[in-house]
């Protein structure tokens, strides 16, 4: 089956510490994305990766970083750095072209700041 | 003003009704135009694209585009209480002619389906 993957669904984390949220897709898709969305908001855009070994700040990259070693895989570090972490953390990923924006949505990691 | 603007609901329609959703952009270079659906606790899920004006189908659903009024909507014929679920609007800009533009969400509408 063809799909994105987050692991893991849950994520608790004591404030100091840095915590990486796990995202595949077996899609063959170019570009890849990290949203955050809390309560009763839309999506933010974290950073997003178009080819492999590249990658763009989105509106909100304060206190986060990411890699793109692959193409399959875009894993999201959250720093200590990052204030107010606790949120739904969302992958998605997309074609290149006209429908590059058609994203697809990974299940999403929930974390929780203790 | 937000770049993409829905009105957050609850949207309660009865079962069998039309659902309608709307949502209103700034940026005129708006290109292309999503919508997805989100259970409670769930990710968004793709159910419409629109890329030029006027009305798209498909099966119950329906999205009009009309770029002049920097508007775009979705209508839910026959509305079940499956439906029931958040409704994002996504908006497209072209980035500097290359094949990726910044996507950005409006912050949802929230539909209720009453038997």
């Known amino acids: 089956d063809g799909g994105i993957t987050q692991s893991p669904k849950y994520l608790f984390r004591k404030e100091g510490q840095n915590v990486t949220l796990s995202c595949e897709q077996n899609?063959?898709?170019?570009?890849m994305y990290w949203y955050r969305q809390d309560p009763g908001q839309g999506l933010r855009l974290i950073y997003y990766?178009?080819?492999?070994?590249?990658?763009q700040k989105g509106d909100i990259a304060e206190g986060y970083s990411v890699s793109r070693e692959k193409k399959e895989s875009f894993p999201l570090t959250v720093t200590s750095a990052q204030k107010n972490p606790t949120a739904f953390y969302l992958c998605?990923?997309?074609?290149?072209?006209?429908?590059?924006?058609?994203?697809?949505f990974g299940p999403g990691t929930r974390l929780t700041v203790l | 003003q937000k770049e993409v603007e829905q009105n957050s609901g609850p949207l309660s329609v009865p079962e069998g009704a039309i659902a309608s959703l709307n949502c209103t952009y700034s940026?005129?270079?708006?290109?292309?135009f999503f919508w997805y659906r989100q259970y409670s606790g769930k990710s968004p899920e793709l159910i419409m694209s629109?890329?030029?004006?006027g009305d798209k189908e498909d099966g119950r659903f329906t999205a009009q585009l009309n770029k002049a009024s920097q508007y775009v909507s979705l209508l839910i014929r026959d509305s079940q209480p499956s439906d029931s679920a958040t409704y994002l609007c996504?908006?497209?800009?072209?980035?500097?002619?290359?094949?990726?533009?910044?996507?950005?969400f409006g912050q949802g509408t929230i539909l209720t389906v009453h038997p």
């Open positions: 998605a990923s997309s074609l290149q072209g006209r429908r590059a924006n058609e994203q697809f």
């Open positions: 899609l063959n898709h170019d570009a």
């Open positions: 990766s178009q080819i492999v070994n590249d990658f």
């Open positions: 940026d005129r270079v708006s290109q292309s």
């Open positions: 629109i890329y030029s004006n």
């Open positions: 996504a908006v497209r800009v072209a980035a500097g002619g290359t094949s990726y533009g910044k996507l950005t």
